[in-house]
């Protein structure tokens, strides 16, 4: 059985920071790619960022210059660097580990982006 472990959320004002973590635990032999999606109220869970086992990452457009995805694999687990925070940044965040040809989600971890 497979865990992700989710923390860093939280209410933040517009231009500030926030660090997510997601630690994966478990029965997992050999992880692939881990990266963060997010889900605004209303609308469909879309791709933040991603990085494989060897390190390339992917940003969405959005978040690109702001974000930045990082991952320790002696520790199986991911972050994700926020910067510049905005109100559109508001959403629920999930991590996503995959191990193929398995893929894990985390429980999700409320950002919120107000003054």
């Known amino acids: 059985q497979v865990q992700l472990v989710e923390s860093g959320g939280g209410l933040v004002q517009p231009g500030g920071s926030l660090r997510l973590s997601c630690a994966a635990s478990?029965?997992?032999?050999?992880?692939?790619?881990m990266g963060w999606y997010r889900q605004a109220p209303g609308k469909q869970r879309e791709l933040v960022a991603t990085i494989t086992s060897g390190g390339s990452t992917n940003y969405a457009d959005s978040v690109k210059g702001r974000f930045t995805i990082s991952r320790d694999n002696a520790k199986n687990t991911v972050y994700l660097q926020m910067n510049s925070l905005k109100p559109e940044d508001t959403a629920v965040y999930y991590c996503k580990v995959v191990a193929a040809p398995y893929h894990y989600w985390g429980q999700g971890t409320q950002v919120t982006v107000s003054s």
């Open positions: 478990g029965s997992i032999f050999s992880i692939n790619a």
